[in-house]
């Protein structure tokens, strides 16, 4: 099993950034998979971003590429979710989550954080 625990959320004005953080706990790290999704108010989770266990290979949604930016340290048992030239609809809990499987982990996934929250005035 793994624990995953969100930091990093907060307010900010549009075309601002944010820097999530999850830090992981419980078995080996490394062999995870890892994804951000994320969860607007009266609407469904969606897929955000997602990083292979070997920081290979990176996914993200139409809606943030190019200004979201996934990244790992396998030493610090840690993924990040950089987010640039935020949008008032990035509003959102954003979530952390995590799967042996890697195409799992984009559709989903075993392991969920608590999630922050984003917010993004105009």
């Known amino acids: 099993q793994v624990q995953l625990v969100e930091s990093g959320g907060g307010l900010v004005q549009a075309g601002g950034s944010l820097r999530l953080s999850c830090a992981a706990s419980?078995?080996?790290?490394?062999?995870?998979?890892m994804g951000w999704f994320r969860q607007a108010p009266g609407k469904a989770r969606e897929f955000v971003a997602a990083i292979s266990r070997s920081n290979n290979n990176t996914y993200y949604a139409d809606s943030v590429k190019g200004r979201f930016t996934i990244s790992r340290d396998n030493g610090r048992n840690t993924v990040y979710l950089q987010m640039n030239s935020l949008k008032p609809e990035d509003t959102a809990v954003y979530y952390c989550a995590a799967d042996l499987n890697s195409v799992l982990v984009v559709r989903t996934p075993g392991y969920w954080g608590q999630g922050t929250q984003v917010t993004v005035s105009s």
């Open positions: 419980g078995r080996r790290f490394s062999s995870y998979a």
